[in-house]
């Protein structure tokens, strides 16, 4: 698949179906349930998925190259944190569940047809997954969960939830008993309640309550107490995708202050023409230029040891288990995201009272910004796991 061709038809998708909605959807608190077909039917939900599985093999550069475009031009990130949701559910099921697992779970969700989410962070623990409380425990031939989960992105909706549990001993701590289950939405004993957010307004995030909530014993992913490495694993590809897409959003708050600082008239002549205005639309661009270098660079290490077939061995791969390529992530990620919250800053503030304005896209972002320097993992605990990774 050609970048710059998935890249045009992403343009035109989100310039067309997206942009142009999502103030109403933000109102709404949910976008429509169709644009999952819609985007399935583009073949960008099956994007890094193999093809028996209703998917299309492809690198991080293809899939990183649809983030931004993605980011750049429908500007909402509620819009991408909903669409796109199944590729931090899915993962683990994909690498380490049975062939069973995969085809009940997977094709239906990237043909569109049903939402699929993750469930690690808890009220008392966020970063540090090894703290998680939520129990399972085995009753026949079926897992009971107790516990709760806060901050689930597509929670409200989702149709599978992939959630981290604690099944070892009664009162074990730390990482060892900790596993991954996919629970059915509609799994008796599960609850859930909606939460109100600051930005990312048209994708539901929910609280999850498990009330003795009864899972089938087959829906346990890998094997049990094996869930904290597959976890770990996963964050890695979810904070690359991060760092793409903070890149867009930087993108779109220039290309919305650079637009409006060539009409806007302001002392005689138009904005641009003042040089304070100029300047920071360099700073701009200098911020996006060394992301964007930096994001090209990563996805190339990612993507030297890539084959359409997965390795034989989960968790192998070069971005689950190079530490150096693991630390450039992380730092990348609080690189990237810093720039779009330069960006955001910059644009609203060239903008001016329009900028404080809802309908904006820099106004949009702005509110955006800090979810995406908090989700899959804070910057304070990517500076820590990368200092780890290169011996300091």
Known sequence: MDIAALAASVRRFMTERVAPHVQQWDAAGEFPRTLYREAAGLGILGLGYP??????????ALRNALAVAMSRWGASGGVLAGLFSHNIGLPPVLHHGTDRLQQEVIPGVLRGDKIAALAITEPGGGSDVAALRT???RDGDAWVIDGEKVFITSG???DWITVAVRTGEPGARGTSGISVIVVPGEAPGLARTRLDKM?????DTARLHFDGARVPARYLVGEEGAGFRMIMGNFNGERMAMAAMALGFAQACYDEALAWAR???AFGSALVEKQVIRHKLVDMQMRIHASEAWLNAVTAL???DWSPVPPPVPGTSKLESDPDLIAQVCMLKNHATRTMQFCADQAVQIL??????????????YREVKVMMIGAGAEEVMKDLAARQLGL
């Open 156 to 158: 409200m909706r989702a």
């Open 199 to 203: 930005g990312w307004l048209c994708s």
């Open 51 to 60: 093809e028996e599985l209703g998917g299309t093999p492809a690198p991080y």
């Open 302 to 304: 990612a993507d030297s």
């Open 263 to 265: 009409e806007r008239q």
């Open 352 to 365: 001016g009272g329009m900028g404080y304005m809802r309908g904006t896209k820099s106004e949009r972002i």
């Open 135 to 137: 129990r399972a425990r």
